[in-house]
């Protein structure tokens, strides 16, 4: 494994806190457990480094409280930082509710996180040997015309792209650029209806396939169900794993970072997505949003 797993996106701190429900409008409610973790991106690179990839973290991070704790965690999983700490402002938060279904529902404060340099962003390998992890999130403010900008002169990375819970209020010329250089889509069932107005999911993926590049794939996930994985025409299922979900806050995210992890190892892709599939199923077993399972773990659940 030569490459590295070139993470583009966000870190934040994720305000965790358990609910039995969400409060109604004007409401209130009690948490049973309150807890300030890292989140974000974090949770895709964790997943990917506790797979055995290399990582470099390539966005913002602020001064203050949450950028020291989310700095120390990134330094904690091994992950390189490229950019320097961005002054006069900290690392943004995200509340999350989890209620007693394992749902998640999210509010988000920004901060340094949105902010990229341009000449420290063009100082990043994306090369061959990599795979350059975009979220949907990036699309939505400032950075995205320099994310672009960067991106649309990587030619032979691998780029894999995450569209996320706003999919659908990324701007359309924007996103379509995005589709343009793209390598993998991987969004989930939600999402995909989102973006396609269908609602059967075969029908969603062959319609994100149409556009993008030729030779591209549309990874559709879909908890226990597993995931769906079109590519030049043929969509088929890639089965996945009965758990008990306890919070599914960060399955996606242990999905896309176990994915990019065997990519880089020259995994075929309907293998990489099993152990996606994998990583995501026991990621939703445990509280917490970077609770992406070690290699071994998938190991165990495979021959399980």
């Given at each position: ?10 870190v ?6 358990r ?17 300030l ?5 974090f ?5 990917a ?14 001064v ?13 999983e091994?992950?390189?930082?490229a ?11 995200c ?30 390998a ?13 699309l ?6 320099i ?5 649309e002169?990587?030619t ?8 996320g ?13 995005l589709?343009?250089?793209t ?13 396609t ?15 993008l ?16 994985l079109?590519?030049?025409g043929?969509?088929?299922?890639v089965?996945g ?30 293998e990489a ?25 998938v ?6």
């Amino acid at each position: 494994m030569s490459g590295a797993l070139v993470h583009t996106g966000q870190v934040v701190l994720d305000l965790v806190l358990r609910v039995r429900g969400l409060p109604p409008v004007g409401g209130d409610v009690f948490a049973s457990r309150s807890q300030l973790l890292p989140g974000g991106g974090f949770n895709v690179m964790a997943a990917a480094t506790r797979a055995g990839a290399r990582v470099v973290y390539a966005g913002g991070h602020g001064v203050g409280h949450f950028g020291d704790v989310a700095r120390a965690a990134l330094a904690a999983e091994g992950i390189a930082v490229a950019a320097p700490v961005t002054l006069g402002i900290d690392t943004g938060i995200c509340v999350v509710m989890v209620d007693d279904t394992g749902e998640r529902t999210f509010v988000t404060g920004s901060g340094a996180e949105e902010t990229t340099d341009a000449a420290v962003l063009a100082d990043v390998a994306m090369g061959p040997a990599d795979v350059v992890y975009v979220t949907g999130y990036s699309l939505l403010d400032a950075k995205a015309e320099i994310l672009l900008e960067r991106l649309e002169k990587v030619t032979d990375a691998t780029v894999l792209v995450d569209p996320g819970p706003l999919a659908a209020e990324i701007d359309p010329g924007t996103w379509t650029r995005l589709r343009a250089i793209t390598t993998v889509l991987s969004c989930n069932a939600r999402e995909a209806r989102l973006l396609t107005g269908a609602t059967d999911l075969r029908v969603a993926a062959a319609a994100l396939a149409t556009t993008l590049p030729a030779g591209a794939t549309v990874i559709v996930r879909d908890g226990p169900a597993g995931c769906l994985l079109t590519r030049d025409g043929t969509t088929v299922t890639v089965p996945g794993f009965a758990v008990t979900a306890v919070d599914t806050n960060g399955a996606g995210d242990a999905h896309c970072g176990v994915l990019a992890a065997e990519l880089l190892r020259g995994v075929p892709l309907a293998e990489a997505a099993l152990r996606a599939n994998a990583a995501a199923a026991i990621a939703v077993t445990r509280e917490g949003p970077a609770t992406a399972p070690t290699r071994a773990e998938v190991d165990a659940l495979l021959q399980r």
